[in-house]
């Protein structure tokens, strides 16, 4: 059944369904005229019946009296109790219209026979028992049925010729409101079959009308909608990454073709090598950077948390800097507020690390590190009292590859922010990048504290997904 297309199978229950209610309609049509027949039928002969019996009780005139028969297709007869002809209806002939049974039980109440054969045709019959000209006699009235079976049986033709005609038609054209319904699908399965990876801008076909299928059309072009971003943005994420290699392959090319061209001095040579380590260490660093992103992205990033000393922490990024700050002649200033808290200490330091060196890098004066518990939120900045962020770079500083000072090259690859949000997400939380009133930029990570769990280390923590 689940292979047969959908508009035969809303045509075939939409036909049965209709089967049934023709069918029901004519049987009441059918036995409605019948009853109403029959009623007719009896008030007649009851009538007759009462007339009869009367003409029997003036015993004058016999039922030879034209007035029972004038234009009158019925009939009568009276039987005496043995079940002799006493009087009758001229056309009768000379057999009781009664069986001895019939007989016997019409004695004693009204009697209907409903259908018994009389000369060719059908008849019914009414027989009351009556006493006259002192005894008891029986006076039994009839009528053919003929007209009755007539018109139910033209009745009943009808219904069987008109009622298939009226279930084919309306069968019919309920497959073609189907069909026509189910169109627009036939269209938009057509068009979906021929979009591919690289053709991810076309959409689906939409009906006009504002019914549940153009509904689905939408939800569905919505959906290649948000595929095309996604892929999109994986597109640009390989070539900005194959452009941001290409920079310190080429670097490392260079130095390498200059140090074998000609003989060279050995502070040359050192040189040279240092710088290649240099480029070396960049492309790794590039490498961990592009990994830790596509793991993000594949929901796979994982945190391992460790119950850590916030100020410990600080002090232990800060430590790392100082050197480079010193020679900048600038200073790192750090507050951990005493806490603690349960985070990724690798993750966090790279974190920290990242910011740290974009304030050292793209700002000025002193770099201050903090965390701060606000409620069930634990929060770090970085701020320093450079120039900040430009205005309308500040929605895009988390982007992947976005650098302020994108044609300028400050050396970096655009990638330390968006590590620094992927790691606040991988903890559950987000990062913001703000100016500070007084001037400067001020980067901050928040999400959940879960410190809660303090002291029940051996159990599972569940991890924010992504
Ligand atoms: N403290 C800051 N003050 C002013 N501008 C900043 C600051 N931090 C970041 N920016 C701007 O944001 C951009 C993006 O920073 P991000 O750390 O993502 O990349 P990067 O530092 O250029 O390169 P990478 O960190 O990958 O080596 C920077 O290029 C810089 O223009
Ligand atoms: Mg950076």
Redesign the pocket.
């Known amino acids: 059944m689940n292979r047969v297309p959908i508009r035969l199978r809303l045509t075939a229950t939409f036909a049965l369904a209709m089967a049934v209610v023709l069918a029901a309609a004519g049987f009441l049509l059918y036995h409605h005229l019948a009853a109403s027949l029959d009623r007719t039928l009896a008030q007649g002969l009851r009538a007759r019946a009462g007339d009869v019996s009367a003409l029997v009780q003036q015993a004058d005139t016999g039922l030879r009296d034209a007035r029972l028969n004038a234009g009158n297709t019925g009939f009568a007869q009276v039987l005496d109790a043995r079940g002799r002809i006493f009087d009758q209806t001229p056309t009768l002939g000379r057999r009781p219209l009664l069986t001895p049974e019939q007989l016997r039980r019409a004695r004693h109440a009204p009697l209907v026979v409903g259908r018994t054969r009389r000369a060719a045709e059908s008849v019914r019959l009414l027989a009351i028992p009556v006493s006259a000209q002192g005894r008891r006699l029986v006076v039994v009235v009839g009528t053919p049925l003929e007209a009755r079976d007539d018109a139910l049986a033209t009745l009943r033709t009808e219904l069987l010729v008109g009622g298939p005609t009226a279930l084919l038609l309306a069968s019919l054209i309920g497959y073609l409101l189907a069909a026509a319904a189910l169109r627009p699908v036939e269209r938009m399965r057509a068009r979906a079959a021929a979009i591919s990876a690289n053709r991810l801008s076309e959409r689906l076909p939409i009906a006009a009308s504002r019914d549940e299928i153009a509904r689905l059309g939408e939800t569905l072009n919505q959906m290649l909608g948000r595929l095309e971003t996604a892929l999109e943005r994986e597109r640009s994420f390989v070539a900005d990454a194959s452009h941001e290699l290409r920079t310190p392959l080429a670097h490392l090319r260079t130095e390498v073709e200059l140090a074998l061209e000609s003989p060279r001095e050995r502070d040359e040579l050192e040189a040279a090598l240092r710088s290649v380590g240099h480029e070396s260490d960049r492309l790794s660093q590039l490498a961990e950077?592009l990994l830790l992103l596509a793991r993000l992205d594949k929901g796979t990033l994982p945190i391992r948390r460790d119950e850590i000393d916030l100020d410990e922490l600080l002090d232990g990024v800060a430590v790392r800097f100082e050197r480079r700050a010193g020679d900048a002649g600038r200073t790192i200033e750090s507050d951990g507020s005493g806490g603690r808290a349960r985070v990724d200490r690798l993750r966090i330091e790279q974190a920290l690390g990242?910011l740290i060196?974009?304030?050292l890098?793209?700002?000025a004066g002193t770099i201050h590190v903090s965390a701060a518990q606000d409620g069930d939120w634990l929060e770090f900045h970085v701020a320093?009292e450079?120039?900040?962020?430009p205005a309308d770079?500040a929605p895009h500083?988390f982007e992947r590859f976005?650098?302020?000072?994108q044609h300028r090259g400050?050396g970096?690859?655009?990638?330390?922010?968006?590590i620094v949000a992927a790691v606040a997400q991988a903890h559950g939380g987000s990062a913001t990048a703000l100016n500070a009133r007084g001037g400067g930029?001020d980067?901050s990570i928040r999400f959940p504290n879960r410190r809660a769990y303090h002291g029940r280390a051996d159990a599972r923590i569940p991890e924010p997904v992504g």
Request: proline letters at 3%; hydrophobic letters at 30%; zero cysteines.
């Open positions: 950077d990242n060196d974009n304030a890098r793209h700002g320093d450079g120039p900040g962020f770079f500083a976005s650098r302020a000072d400050s970096g690859t655009g990638l330390g922010l968006a930029s980067v």
